[in-house]
């Protein structure tokens, strides 16, 4: 079993920045790739960041490159999610979710399906 607590969000302006936080624990040693997604009111959740846990390869949606980044600090199994230059648009509750399989392509990881655990979820709040 993993866990997984996220934490950071809050209510910002338009071009301010925000770092997400996302606690793992449990078997964290079975965690082969971690990612973030974010659902907005009646919207479906998105892919929006992934890294691999180990080899450290990250992944982004095209609407995030360039202005969020993905990290992962292993001594004390966090990832972390830099938000830069944020936009109204980008208001959602945030979620990080682990997976333990692996893929032979790395565009599985751009959906939810592989995830296995999830966070309760982090809210995320741009005025403009």
Known sequence: QVRL????????????????????????????????????????????????????ATYYADSVKGRFTISRYNANNTVYLQMNTLKPEDTAVYYCAATTLKYPSERYYYTSRPYEYWGQGTGVNVSS
């Open 5 to 56: 607590v996220e934490s950071g969000g809050g209510l910002v302006q338009a071009g301010d920045s925000l770092r997400l936080s996302c606690a793992v624990s449990g078997r964290t040693f079975t965690v082969n790739t971690m990612g973030w997604f974010r659902q907005s009111p009646g919207k479906d959740r998105e892919f929006v960041s992934a890294i691999i846990w180990r080899g450290g």
